[in-house]
């Protein structure tokens, strides 16, 4: 080696020294920061207290897991509600009206009451000046098993289609025409 090429390899020398230092300290110093972050991801505050992400990620997946279990019994619960349901009579109307020309103030009433099936009965009281009558009648599929009158038909009509009920025009139950309505 020549004499001039030593004072360069020392300044080589001294160089990398210097560097391997400064890439040593940065070293630490990302150590340091990895050892705050892993620290701080390592616990975490849950609802009992600090747990681990392990911890909290198993914790969630029960709570999913318990949450999609609940879903599915109350799904359960609203089909078999919902079957029970169609065999109530919820569908009602009631149709006032006049059954004799000589009496007001449609005294007269027929209400239909339905399940979802249009099954059920309609029942009409026929009120006089001296008397009342009452008939009850059942229904099947929409369709009475006696013969109905047109306001019991227009009760069932009406209970199907969960429409308010209007007042039926009265009629003269002798002739069965509708007759001119008094209020």
């Given amino acids: 080696m020549t004499p001039l090429a030593r004072p360069l390899l020392d300044e080589i020398t001294l160089a990398a020294a210097a560097v391997a230092v400064i890439a040593l300290i940065l070293c630490l110093v990302a150590l340091v920061k990895i050892r705050g972050l892993r620290r701080s991801y390592r616990t975490l505050d849950g609802p009992d207290g600090r747990e681990t992400v392990l911890e909290a990620i198993n914790r969630?997946?029960?709570?999913?897991?318990?949450?999609?279990?609940?879903?599915?019994?109350?799904?359960?619960?609203?089909v078999k509600t919902r079957a029970e349901l169609a065999?109530?009579?919820?569908?009602v109307a009631?149709?006032?009206?006049?059954?004799?020309?000589?009496?007001?103030?449609?005294?007269?009433?027929?209400?239909?009451?339905?399940?979802?099936?249009?099954?059920?009965?309609?029942?009409?009281?026929i009120n006089g000046?001296?008397?009342?009558?009452?008939?009850?009648?059942?229904i099947k599929a929409g369709r009475g098993e006696a013969s109905l009158?047109?306001?019991?038909?227009?009760?069932?009509?009406?209970?199907?289609?969960?429409?308010?009920?209007?007042?039926?025009?009265?009629?003269?139950?002798?002739t069965s025409t509708?007759?001119?309505?008094?209020d």
Avoid: C, W
């Avoid at 065999?87 to 569908?91: I, Q």
């Avoid at 059954?99 to 029942?123: E, K, P």
């Avoid at 038909?153 to 039926?168: F, N, V, W, Y």
């Avoid at 509708?178 to 008094?182: G, T």
């Fill in 129 to 138: 000046r001296t008397e009342g009558r009452s008939y009850a009648k059942g």
């Fill in 178 to 182: 509708p007759a001119p309505q008094q």
């Fill in 94 to 125: 009631v149709v006032r009206y006049d059954a004799f020309g000589d009496m007001g103030g449609r005294m007269s009433f027929t209400a239909a009451m339905l399940d979802d099936a249009g099954d059920g009965l309609v029942i009409t009281s």
């Fill in 60 to 78: 969630a997946q029960r709570e999913t897991a318990a949450t999609r279990n609940e879903v599915a019994a109350t799904r359960d619960q609203l």
């Fill in 149 to 174: 009158s047109p306001e019991e038909t227009q009760a069932i009509s009406l209970a199907m289609k969960g429409a308010p009920a209007p007042s039926a025009p009265r009629r003269d139950r002798a």
């Fill in 87 to 91: 065999d109530a009579l919820r569908h």
